[in-house]
C-alpha cells in the first residue's frame, strides 16, 4: 500500500482503487487536514485511466465520526476558519459525486454527522453488521445541515427528517432498509462482499460508467420532461461510443466484448 498522504492511504489493483481515511485514534474525523488530504486524492484519481472504481474505506473501529469538534472550538471565533472549514467538506462530497468512477463506501463502524454525510454522498455503500450511523448534530446544538444535502438525497424525506431531528443511532440493517446503505453483511464477509461488487463494476467500460454516473445525478436534478429530453441526448452520444457499439455488437455475437473506455 502507497501513502500518499500520512491521513489517507492509497491502494490500486485490478481496476480498483481504495482509499483509507487513515487516523483512527482520532476517530478519522474531517479535520482540515483530512479533508485537504482526501481532496488531493480524489484530484488525483479522476485523472487515473487505471483506476476504474473506488472504495472508500477508513481504519480502525469507526469509520468516520464527522468533524473533529476539538479543531471546531479551537476556531469559536473564527468565522472564515470556519466556513473555510465547511466549504471544503462540501467540495469533497462533490468531488465524490462529480469522480468520473463510481464510488463504494465500505462501512465497518460507526459513521455520525459529516461521516455519515460521507456514506450518503458515495454511489454505493456496503456496510459490516455492527456499524452504526447517524447525524446527531442536534444533540449538541448543532444541526446537520450539510450532512443534510446529501442524507436526504439518499432516504425518504420523513427518515431524513427523523435521523435529523432526534440525533438517535440506527442500526445498518435499518441504514439498508432505509436506502442508507445497499446491503449489510457479516464484519468477517465485508472485504469479499466490497470486493466482489467493485470487481463487477470494473469489469464494464470505464467510459460507459462515466457517461451513466454523470446522468444519473444530473437528471435527478431536473423535472420528468427536461429529465427524459437530456437522458435521449447521453443515449444518443453513448451509441456512436467505441464501447457502446462493441457491447450491442458482443451481446448480438453471443461473445465477451473487448472494452476500448472510450
Not at 23 to 29: G, L, M
Not at 231 to 255: H, Y
Request: charged share 20%; with cysteine; proline share 4%.
Amino acid at each position: 500500500m502507497t501513502a500518499t498522504d500520512t491521513l489517507v492511504l492509497q491502494h490500486s489493483a485490478d481496476g480498483i482503487t481504495t482509499v483509507t481515511l487513515n487516523q483512527p485514534e482520532r476517530r478519522n474525523s474531517l479535520s482540515m487536514a483530512m479533508l485537504e488530504a482526501l481532496s488531493r486524492v480524489l484530484t488525483d484519481i479522476a485523472s487515473d485511466d487505471h483506476s476504474r472504481v473506488v472504495v472508500l474505506a477508513a481504519s480502525g473501529p469507526v469509520f468516520c465520526a464527522g468533524h473533529d469538534l476539538k479543531e471546531i472550538r479551537g476556531q469559536f471565533d473564527q468565522r472564515d476558519a470556519q466556513h473555510r472549514l465547511f466549504a471544503l467538506c462540501s467540495k469533497v462530497m462533490q468531488q465524490i459525486v462529480g469522480l468520473p468512477k463510481p464510488v463504494i463506501a465500505k462501512v465497518n463502524g460507526v459513521a455520525t454527522a459529516a461521516g455519515c454525510q460521507l456514506v450518503a454522498s458515495c454511489d454505493l455503500a456496503v456496510a459490516s453488521e455492527p456499524s452504526r450511523f447517524a447525524t446527531p448534530g442536534v444533540n449538541i446544538g448543532l444541526f446537520c445541515s450539510t450532512p443534510m444535502v446529501a442524507v436526504s438525497r439518499n432516504v425518504s424525506p420523513k427518515h431524513a427528517m427523523e435521523m435529523l431531528l432526534t440525533g438517535n443511532m440506527i442500526g445498518a440493517g435499518r441504514a439498508e432498509q432505509m436506502g442508507l446503505v445497499n446491503q449489510v453483511v457479516p464484519a468477517d464477509g465485508l472485504d469479499e462482499a466490497v470486493h466482489q461488487l467493485a470487481a463487477t463494476i470494473a469489469g464494464k467500460s470505464s467510459h460507459t460508467l462515466k457517461i451513466g454516473k454523470e446522468a444519473f445525478y444530473k437528471q435527478a436534478e431536473m423535472g420528468l420532461t427536461e429529465a427524459y429530453d437530456y437522458t435521449s441526448r447521453v443515449m444518443t452520444d453513448n451509441l456512436e461510443a467505441l464501447d457502446g457499439q462493441e457491447g450491442i455488437c458482443a451481446f448480438l455475437d453471443k461473445r465477451q466484448p473487448e472494452w476500448q473506455d472510450r
